[in-house]
C-alpha cells in the first residue's frame, strides 16, 4: 500500500515570497502523483498531475512540482505567492489501482 | 454542468443519532468513491461504488457505516448511532471509470458532520 507524507502543516508567507511545499510518498512501483488545492469553502481542485514523462511539471495557477524518483519526493513549488494562494494543499499518490492516498495537507496563509 | 454535489454541507447529529450523507456525481459519471478526513490528517479512501455495486469497502469502519449508489439517485453513505469521532470532513468524488484520476475524477465539497 501507499503512503504520503507532507513536510509541514503550517506554512505562513508574505506576498511575493516563494513557495515550496515538500511530500514524499512510500510505493514501490509506478505512481501516478498529483497536487489537489482546496480553496476555503470549496471543492478540491486538481492543480497539477505527474503521469509520465518530462519530471518538471507545470500546473494551473503558476504551480510547479519536480517529481524525482530517487528520493521519491514530488515538491510543488511557486516562485511569487499571491494573497489568493491561501488555501490548502495536498499531496495525493495513486498507484496500480483505483485508490488515491493523501497526504495529511499542508495550509498556506499568505499575508497580503 | 455541475459538478460533484454533496449534501448537506454542514450536519449536526447527537451521539446515538444516523447521519445520512449524499453524493451526487457528474452528469455521466458511474464511479464514486468516499472519503473521510480527520482532524489533522489526510482524506482516506472508505470506499468505491458503482452503480448498485460495492466494489471496494476495504476503507469503511466494519460496524455502523454502509455505502450505496442505487440505479437512481445520488450515492449514499449512512451511519447508524453516530459517536463523537465520527466527527469529520466527508468527502466524495466521481469520475468516469477507473484509474482517471488525472483527468476524470472530480471531488464534490465536503460534508462537514459534527457528532455533539
Known amino acids: 500500500a501507499q503512503s504520503v507524507s507532507q513536510h509541514n502543516h503550517h506554512v505562513i508567507l508574505s506576498e511575493a515570497a516563494s513557495l515550496e511545499l515538500g511530500c514524499n510518498y512510500s510505493?514501490?512501483?509506478?505512481?501516478?502523483l498529483f497536487w489537489y488545492v482546496q480553496y476555503p469553502g470549496q471543492h478540491l481542485q486538481l492543480l497539477l498531475k505527474?503521469?509520465?514523462?518530462?519530471?518538471l511539471v507545470k500546473g494551473i495557477k503558476g504551480f510547479e512540482a519536480e517529481f524525482i524518483k530517487s528520493k521519491f519526493s514530488f515538491n510543488l513549488r511557486k516562485p511569487s505567492v499571491q494573497w489568493s494562494d491561501t488555501a490548502e494543499y495536498f499531496c495525493?499518490?495513486?498507484?496500480?489501482?483505483?485508490?488515491?492516498?493523501f497526504g495529511a495537507g499542508t495550509t498556506v496563509t499568505v499575508r497580503a | 454542468n455541475a459538478g460533484v454535489m454533496q449534501n448537506p454541507r454542514h450536519l449536526v447529529r447527537r451521539r446515538g443519532q444516523e447521519a445520512r450523507l449524499r453524493c451526487s456525481p457528474m452528469k455521466g459519471h458511474s464511479h464514486v468513491y468516499w472519503y473521510r478526513q480527520l482532524p489533522e490528517e489526510g482524506l482516506k479512501f472508505m470506499v468505491y461504488?458503482?452503480?448498485?455495486?460495492?466494489?471496494?469497502e476495504s476503507g469503511m469502519p466494519k460496524e455502523r457505516f454502509s455505502a450505496e449508489f442505487p440505479k437512481e439517485g445520488p450515492s449514499i453513505l449512512r451511519i447508524q448511532q453516530v459517536v463523537r469521532g465520527d466527527s469529520a470532513a466527508y468527502f466524495c468524488?466521481?469520475?468516469?471509470?477507473?484509474?482517471?484520476?488525472?483527468?476524470?475524477?472530480?471531488f464534490g465539497q465536503g460534508t462537514r458532520l459534527t457528532v455533539v
Open positions: 468524488a466521481s469520475s468516469l471509470g477507473t484509474g482517471g484520476w488525472g483527468t476524470e475524477a472530480f
Open positions: 505527474y503521469f509520465s514523462g518530462d519530471p
Open positions: 510505493y514501490g512501483g509506478t505512481v501516478n
Open positions: 495525493a499518490v495513486n498507484g496500480d489501482d483505483y485508490k488515491l492516498s
Open positions: 461504488l458503482q452503480k448498485e455495486n460495492i466494489i471496494d
